[in-house]
């Protein structure tokens, strides 16, 4: 299946509001988040954050989701929220001009901006936007992700939609790299089926129950992404009480799509794709649908090495 698309940016309101400050809040001890200075909710927007390891695929699991919710007749927004700003790339066939580039761009004067500076649109009509992050070395990140999520409250761009899909960076869940969970409903992990991947899984895992306790968010289940077989997430999911939502292949074909910069279903047909589109469409449907929480319990990190470091 081929589909041609060109960014569009969305036009909405402008924005108002200043730049808010981090603060100390109560998620634990030693806490220290993103105050978010307005409360709008959501409404009946379903809300996802995607967390794992890095270099695992969240992306490419991100993006390919996106769309296939989009597919099912969702509207859809895709926040990446990592420095690199390439979370949405394959939905919109390019590097999208970012919230602290345009933030800059008016000397951080929010009330200027308009919500198409940093919106657009990519495949089959995904709203796209991407958090950036300040040059290497200069700022926190973390901070720029509690920003751009300000930004689309203030706007509505959370509650103006069906499905909001945060990508988020990394392995370790702090700052404003947290803030998307003080928004979804359900945090879903993407793992490998090695040590490394379950290794910030669990670290994920025990950010996700912190956060439960002031929060809605609770644990949806985990993505094995990358993998061939499934033993070592079957049996962490096993001993903390977690569940996998769906299993995608290591694919040449899968990773072929992103450097195309496509969606795995705007690729001419490769091998095993018909059944990742499938999958991917019955994960969005599942998501649709509902998933119930999972109260499962993070390992101390030497009781995961004697579960999966030795033979």
Sequence with gaps: MTVETRPVPVRRNLISGEIGR?????DGAG??????????????????????KG????????????????????????????????????????????????LEGVNFHAEEL???????????????????????????GGYVVGQTVKLLKEHHLLEDTDVVIFDVLGDVVCGGFAAPLQHAARALVVTANDFDSIFAMNRILAAIQAKSRNYEVRLGGVIVNRSDAMD?????????????????????????????????????????????????LD?????????????????????????????
């Design 55 to 102: 270099g695992i695929g969240k992306s490419t699991t991100s993006s390919n989701l996106s769309a296939a919710f989009s597919l099912l007749g969702r509207r859809v927004l895709q926040i990446g929220c990592d420095p690199k700003h390439d979370s949405t790339f394959t939905l919109t066939k390019q590097l999208v001009p970012t919230v602290i580039d345009v």
């Design 283 to 311: 994960l969005a449907a599942k998501l649709w649908a509902g998933v119930d929480p999972l109260p499962a319990v993070p390992l101390r990190d030497r009781d995961i090495f004697d579960l999966l470091g030795f033979d």
């Design 31 to 52: 806490s220290v988040q993103v105050q978010m200075e307005v409360s709008v909710p959501a409404g009946a927007t379903k809300i996802f954050a995607v967390y794992g």
């Design 114 to 140: 308009q919500v198409d500076d940093f919106v657009y649109r990519g495949f089959n009509g995904v709203m796209c936007v991407e958090a950036g992050g300040p040059p290497a070395g200069t700022g926190c």
């Design 232 to 280: 070592q997430v079957d049996k962490f999911n096993q001993a903390t009480g977690l569940a996998s939502l769906a299993h995608f292949p290591n694919l040449d074909s899968i990773r072929r799509s992103r450097l195309k910069k496509c969606t795995v279903f705007e690729m001419v047909d490769s091998e095993g794709l018909d059944s990742v589109r499938q999958s991917y």
């Design 22 to 26: 981090p603060q100390t809040i109560g």
